[in-house]
């Protein structure tokens, strides 16, 4: 199976419009200035993504599935921060008449992309009168962003925050007679974080947290047709 999907996020309302900063007097009240505003910017656009995928399962045996899935997602116009007087020139350095430093808006200028994949194998088999339906899956997922407001420069991307690009997932549904046991185990490798560790090379690297492993067990007996006993 091979899919293509181009999509779109419309601009939030919070962020084209969002406004905070300070001013200070010297005078009373009588004048006002400020250093720093992040001000609105109504001419913010969406954020649009092409995204491909393909998939692939095989029968080995009418009991061993294995199957592939991969994909690649582009992703253009993110909202950025930048420099109103080298963008969207809105307000020369002035807002209400009110003179101001520096001011800061949103803008389309950044781009990601991401990719990654999954092979999962599933077997049914029996010892006995043990019956087993197990799953095995890996799982890598990763990507970066570049923000470059106002230049051209493309020799530097930031590794994404909040994910975990490697995970394993291990399972099996274990039956025999009344009795069922479905022991589930997922272990997570080392997570990005927002905060930068690392910026001497061209790829800007996260920090990140260690990973973990997380073993779920659950049971089950049948008493009858309407009454059974189920624990995790």
Do not use: W
């Given at each position: ?43 913010l ?6 995204n ?26 993110l ?11 809105l307000?020369h ?39 087993f ?90 008493f ?9």
């Open positions: 199976k091979a899919l293509y999907r181009s999509q779109f996020l419309a601009r939030p309302p919070s962020t084209a419009y969002v406004t905070y900063g300070s001013f200070v007097t010297q005078d009373s009240g009588k004048t006002y200035s400020s250093s720093f505003l992040h001000l609105p910017n109504p001419g656009q969406p954020t649009r993504s092409q491909f995928e393909i998939s692939i399962r095989q029968y080995l045996t009418n009991n061993l599935v294995i199957s592939a899935d991969g994909f690649y997602t582009l992703i253009d116009g909202f950025t921060f930048a420099d109103d007087n080298n963008s969207t020139r307000y350095n002035t807002f209400q008449g009110i003179p101001v430093d520096y001011i800061e808006v949103f803008i389309n200028d950044g781009k990601q992309k991401n990719y990654g994949g999954n092979l999962r194998v599933n077997l049914k088999h029996s010892i006995g009168d043990l019956f339906n197990s799953y095995l899956s890996a799982t890598y997922v990763n990507g970066v962003r570049y923000d470059y407001p106002n230049t051209t420069n493309s020799d530097y991307e930031t590794q994404l925050s909040f994910i975990a690009p490697f995970m394993l997932r291990i399972g099996t549904d274990a039956r025999i007679g009344k009795f069922t046991c479905s022991p589930r185990l997922t272990l997570v490798g080392r997570q990005n974080l927002p905060g930068i560790a690392d910026t001497t090379g061209n790829l800007i690297r996260a920090q990140t947290l260690p990973g973990y492993a997380l073993l779920n067990i659950a049971v089950r007996y049948d009858s047709k309407s009454f059974s006993v189920f624990a995790t």
